[in-house]
């Protein structure tokens, strides 16, 4: 059957309605705001399901920052249809079906155009919204309302957007480690996050484990004032988060039994080093840094005298510094034994940096002496004669 021509934006919103009812809405988008609020640029909304609850999801696009709300249906229509008649004069609704356009003019008037979709269309785009709706952290999980993210009505505090931002883009990058790690998502997990601060990405890992992978693991993060660990531990405890645990102390007294994941972030200078050396000899199949004050190499290099013109400069000095201890780093994981990344992750909320070092473990040993040879003839280059890692690993 062919859908009927839509003439009003009272048929537009019934329409809405009953995509909805019949579970056939991918998203609605609203544009072209002319209300009082210049900042908010666009609403997106889409069906959810939170707490066995057939929701609407509410994404408000601001110029600095995104807000996300959730409402029932009922309260959702309503909310759109408040929306249409002060602020925005334009909403496109996309259906299993159909696409339909609603723009109003500054005069009032309507002008409505709708198709309906091909086969290979309609599969493209449901391609595209199950890409969009990915989140590897929902809003409403409860500890993130126990830190500070949401508030109680389970919507992102406006002043933490770039901390949420943070932690699912973390959980995004440990899902890829995990499914090209030799781990099995069907054996219990050990976890260890050194340096954890208050926890965020520490109770991140271990709801994504438990409630969304179903793994049994075992989480630690480890964190060297008293004053967090106890609190981090106090809020496990009040979630009752089994298998999640906070203690004090760092990568040099904390010692797990066995480790399969370890997380150091923003570990400054040498304790990176001793993070990454802790890992490899804990045979973890996923190893997790992101480097800070980068202080050990930069006295010992001497630049060769063509690079001298550049380098004059403090700042240059200090990214080449950078660049090559954790160069060093990335070559000494990959000679023992892992797969390794070095790319740019969300900076901390305490740190400019964006760093990561990422190494997966390989399935397969393979000959390392190429590397080695890699290491010492970059430190010839640099005339560095020492690497606290390169030294910790040959203890």
């Known amino acids: 059957m062919m859908p009927q021509p839509i003439r009003t934006k009272e048929q537009f919103l019934t329409l809405l309605s009953e995509n909805l009812q019949t579970n056939k809405l991918i998203k609605l988008l609203l544009s072209k705001n002319r209300g009082s609020d210049k900042e908010l640029q666009r609403i997106v909304v889409r069906p959810i399901i939170i707490r066995e609850q057939p929701m609407l999801s509410f994404v408000l696009s601001y110029k600095t920052n995104d807000i996300t709300k959730n409402q029932p249906f009922t309260e959702g229509l ?3 249809n408040g929306y249409l008649e002060a602020d925005f004069k334009a909403a496109h609704m996309y259906s299993t079906e159909q696409e339909i356009q609603l723009d109003i003019s500054k005069k009032g008037k309507e002008s409505i155009h709708s198709h309906a979709l091909t086969a290979s269309t309609s599969v493209a785009i449901n ?47 440990f899902s ?132 001298q013109p550049m380098l004059q400069f403090g700042v240059h000095l200090g990214q080449q510094a950078e660049m090559v201890t954790d160069s060093l780093r990335a070559l000494l994981l990959e000679a023992h034994g892992y797969q390794t990344k070095v790319f740019e992750f969300v900076s901390l909320e305490h740190t400019n940096k964006n760093k990561m070092i990422l190494a997966t473990k390989r399935k397969q040993v393979t000959d390392n002496s190429q ?8 430190k010839q280059f640099y005339g560095i004669k020492e690497h606290c890692l390169q030294t910790l690993l040959a203890e």
């Not at 929902?138 to 957007?161: K, N």
């Not at 066995?258 to 040498?270: E, G, P, S, Y």
């Not at 590397?371 to 970059?378: G, S, T, V």
Request: with cysteine.
């Open 78 to 80: 309503a909310a759109i």
């Open 127 to 173: 391609q595209q919204h199950n890409k969009e709706k990915q989140r590897f952290v929902e809003l409403s999980r409860p500890y993130l309302q126990a830190l500070g993210v949401t508030d109680s009505e389970q919507r992102l505090i406006p002043s933490m957007s770039r901390k949420w931002k943070q932690i699912n883009k973390f959980i995004e990058v």
């Open 176 to 307: 890829q480690a995990l499914a090209n790690s030799p781990l099995s998502t069907n054996e219990a997990m050990q976890v260890v996050d050194f340096g954890c601060g208050k926890g965020y990405l520490t109770f991140a890992i271990h709801d994504y484990l438990q409630h969304q992978l179903a793994i049994n693991s075992q989480v630690s993060g480890v964190e060297l004032r008293t004053e967090l660990a106890k609190l981090c531990q106090d809020t496990a405890e009040q979630l009752e988060h089994k298998g999640l645990n906070f203690v004090c102390g760092d990568v040099k007294t904390h010692a797990p039994q066995q480790t399969d994941v370890m997380i150091a972030l923003h570990a400054c200078d040498v304790a990176t080093d001793y993070a990454i050396n802790y890992g490899i000899r804990a045979n973890a199949a996923i190893i997790m840094c992101s480097p800070c004050c980068h202080k050990q190499i930069r006295p010992q290099m001497h630049s060769p005298e063509l690079l």
């Open 371 to 378: 590397i080695l040879l890699q290491i010492e003839n970059i």
